[in-house]
């Protein structure tokens, strides 16, 4: 079941952020934002968290965690995360990833995100807001450079 999370479920909220990301807070865009203080959406019984922000007729995916990937927790999200912003007027809904992220770019493209815009760098810059950020990722590949996706809404 999606729901919007409630104050029963900020400690495990804050654990599954502090273990995937290192942190709360997270930079996109050369900004920081605290994933906590963003509306969100979980499945239960604490499988899944989405959090998301809204910027005018547009909303931005800001994290996307399934406890246990490959169960359709993260199409689950999506799926009421998009039906939510459409039933809201709202015309599309955005991801940023980095270029190392090779499983989100493939989920996000078969889920019906389109690349539209990469920003050579912009990692190197987001590492002066936070330097936990790694500069190689897990498989290998340098972290440089933020992809965004777009999902059409309308």
């Given at each position: 079941m999606t729901r919007e999370p409630g104050p029963q479920d900020k400690d495990w909220i804050v654990k599954?952020?502090?273990?995937?990301?290192g942190d709360?807070?997270?930079?996109?865009h050369d900004e920081t934002f605290d994933l906590l203080d963003l509306?969100?959406?979980?499945?239960?019984?604490?499988?899944?968290l989405a959090t998301y922000r809204m910027q005018g007729n547009e909303a931005e995916l800001m994290s996307l965690d399934a406890v246990?990937?490959?169960?359709?927790?993260?199409?689950?999200?999506?799926?009421?995360?998009?039906?939510?912003?459409?039933?809201?007027?709202?015309?599309a809904l955005w991801v940023m990833t980095?270029?190392?992220?090779?499983?989100a770019l493939r989920f996000y493209q078969r889920r019906g995100f389109e690349l539209r815009r990469v920003r050579p760098g912009a990692v190197d810059k987001a590492r002066l807001l936070k330097p936990s950020i790694p500069r190689i990722a897990d498989n290998g590949i340098p972290i440089?450079?933020?992809?965004?996706l777009c999902l059409r809404l309308l």
């Open positions: 599954l952020l502090t273990e995937r990301w709360t807070k997270v930079v996109a509306p969100a959406l979980v499945v239960d019984p604490d499988q899944g246990r990937p490959g169960q359709g927790v993260g199409t689950a999200l999506i799926d009421a995360l998009a039906d939510q912003l459409r039933r809201q007027g709202l015309s980095t270029n190392d992220n090779l499983d440089r450079d933020e992809l965004d």
